[in-house]
């Protein structure tokens, strides 16, 4: 899970954004809402949903775009504080937040992972300050989960169960741990899963002895190998089995290679063959298993 990244932002930020582009404090919720669907939708949709959905005026809509398509760390933060935006008492209240927790995400070392991103809304009407999602990254792009994980600061919504009014800001995180397994599932599926090196396999009828054969043969020489315990498998089958189990090699005999006294040595990874003697299967074996072990 070396490949992620941790998006904050701060809803103090968000609404002094919203007042300074002049969107009216009934509608800073229903706005936020719209903002909130940037990571999966794109600028000129939550546009049209402002719009045309939340009866926002298209100028302020624009004016909140300059805003919230925009991320970084402290060069964001810089240019934010030193514009018109800073000088909203809502907006330098957020700021001074985000700095604070930006610093210490540096002095912990973990600043690469971290992003001051605009877009980040949080939905839920609860937080009132620092806002963070987890985002689990690819290098390929249709091999992407998303969020795995978000929350915020909440200073009252716990207050309201404590006894006299009493304040209790918290901060809270939800993980999403199915997310979190069908990404490692499916990462683990390029593991080696299996200790067997050689399945031994056969592509015609009736050879089940003769692969039990080699497969003795292959035992007494303490090498670790299977077979398919089916009469007659297809072959693709067993090349699918080696591929899905990380078994790295597949001896392969068939009714040509008993009558030439020879076996197919067939590299899993490379999809490589050669024939060799059954005189020389272990020694071949071994070497090729080496080789697949230094590289």
């Given at each position: 899970?070396?490949?992620?990244?941790?998006?904050?932002?701060?809803?103090?930020?968000?609404?002094?954004?919203?007042?300074?582009?002049?969107?009216?404090?009934?509608?800073?919720?229903?706005?936020?809402?719209?903002?909130?669907?940037?990571?999966?939708?794109?600028?000129?949709?939550?546009?049209?949903?402002?719009?045309?959905?939340?009866?926002?005026?298209?100028?302020?809509?624009?004016?909140?775009?300059?805003?919230?398509?925009?991320?970084?760390?402290?060069?964001?933060?810089?240019?934010?504080?030193?514009?018109?935006?800073?000088?909203?008492?809502?907006?330098?209240?957020?700021?001074?937040?985000?700095?604070?927790?930006?610093?210490?995400?540096?002095?912990?070392?973990?600043?690469?992972?971290?992003?001051?991103?605009?877009?980040?809304?949080?939905?839920?009407?609860?937080?009132?300050?620092?806002?963070?999602?987890?985002?689990?990254?690819?290098?390929?792009p249709h091999d992407s989960v998303g969020s795995v994980a978000g929350g915020g600061r909440y200073d009252n919504l716990v207050g309201m169960f404590a006894p006299k009014g009493r304040s209790l800001p918290c901060v809270g995180v939800s993980i999403g741990i199915e997310r979190l397994f069908s990404i490692m599932e499916k990462r683990m599926k390029d593991v080696k899963t299996s200790v067997v090196k050689v399945l031994v396999v056969s592509g015609q009828k009736g050879l089940m002895k003769e692969r039990m054969k080699l497969l003795n043969i292959l035992w007494k020489a303490d090498i670790s190998a299977e077979m398919l315990y089916k009469a007659n498998p297809k072959l693709l089958s067993q090349f699918q089995h080696a591929e899905n189990e990380g078994i790295p090699l597949c001896l392969v005999i068939g009714e040509s290679e008993l009558e030439q006294g020879v076996v197919k040595l067939r590299n899993n990874q490379e999809r490589e063959e050669k024939t060799i003697s059954r005189d020389d299967l272990v020694a071949e074996t071994r070497k090729l298993l080496a080789e697949l072990e230094s590289s």
């Open positions: 899970m070396e490949k992620f990244t941790i998006k904050v932002n701060h809803r103090k930020v968000l609404d002094g954004i919203f007042e300074f582009c002049g969107v009216p404090a009934d509608s800073f919720r229903p706005i936020c809402s719209a903002v909130d669907k940037l990571d999966k939708e794109s600028w000129e949709t939550v546009k049209t949903e402002m719009v045309e959905t939340k009866g926002l005026d298209p100028a302020i809509a624009d004016k909140i775009g300059t805003f919230v398509r925009r991320k970084g760390t402290f060069d964001l933060l810089d240019e934010l504080e030193q514009s018109d935006l800073g000088q909203n008492n809502t907006a330098k209240e957020g700021l001074s937040d985000v700095r604070l927790l930006l610093e210490y995400c540096e002095l912990f070392g973990c600043l690469d992972h971290v992003s001051f991103d605009l877009s980040l809304a949080r939905g839920l009407d609860y937080y009132t300050g620092s806002i963070f999602e987890a985002v689990l990254e690819s290098d390929n």
